[in-house]
């Protein structure tokens, strides 16, 4: 069997900064699976959707083709996302199209098939429980809002998206409830997951852990 890699945790906990790392000391391939429900969301916003419109919201993402380049881009039917799907407009949707049901099958069939044949590192809300429950390494990593919502705010600023802090504040908390209440897929933690409380901690000291284990150094 390929190497799987699984990490959840809670929006702005360091997920996709970690996989990023880890991906490259340990040869993974490393998928987001936020990007596949943001590419829903952008889809749905240029068709001119509405959350409401969830028959044709399922219909795009039983069609929706998502790759994965170097470097963490992101290409959507060809064309390079990476940016647009992190805007505003994306990041207020994409929660509650994460959560009908129909979407969720559609994206973990799509994520599935990105895995296949590969030794991969994938993050997001469902892995360790839904789409990779038999992966040989499972995490979930942790942090509190306040602290979250201020890496987000600074990441953020970094990249020239304009948003409080607190309107991320209020927009991570929100997804927290949504991303933990689910018909389907919640975040939730369990006991075969190693449990990483970030909040104290650097990014390169939590690589630093997770890497040790997946090298089986630890
Ligand atoms: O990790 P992110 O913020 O890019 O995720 C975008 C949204 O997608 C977020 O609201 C939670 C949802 N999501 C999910 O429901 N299941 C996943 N495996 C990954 C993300």
């Known amino acids: 069997m390929n190497k799987i890699v699984a990490i959840d945790g809670p929006a702005g906990s360091g997920k996709g900064t970690l996989a990023s790392i880890v991906s490259k000391a340990c040869n993974l391939v490393n998928i987001d ?26 219909k795009l993402s039983e069609n929706i083709n998502v790759e994965f380049g170097l470097d963490g881009k992101v290409f959507l039917d060809g064309e390079d996302v990476t940016d647009l799907i992190r805007s505003k407009e994306v ?17 973990v069939e799509l994520q599935r098939r990105l895995a296949n044949n590969n030794d991969v590192i994938m993050e997001g809300r469902d892995i360790t429980t839904v789409v990779f429950p038999e992966a040989q390494y499972k995490f979930y990593l942790d942090a509190t809002l306040e602290e979250r919502a201020n ?11 304009d948003m409080s802090y607190e309107e991320i504040y209020e927009n991570i908390k ?13 975040l939730m933690r369990t006991d075969d997951q190693i449990y990483i409380d970030s909040t104290n901690m650097t990014i390169d000291e939590v690589a630093d852990k997770v890497i040790k284990i997946v090298k089986g150094e630890d």
């Open 174 to 186: 929100a997804r927290d409830y949504n991303d933990m209440h689910k018909e389907v897929g919640s």
């Open 151 to 161: 890496r987000r705010f600074k990441q953020n600023k970094d990249k020239g998206i």
């Open 33 to 58: 699976t936020g990007a596949t429900y943001r590419c829903v969301a952008l889809k749905a916003l240029r068709n001119n959707l509405k959350v409401e419109d969830k028959e044709e919201i399922i």
């Open 91 to 107: 990041t207020t949707i994409v929660s509650p199209i994460s959560s009908i049901v129909e979407v969720r099958k559609n994206m």
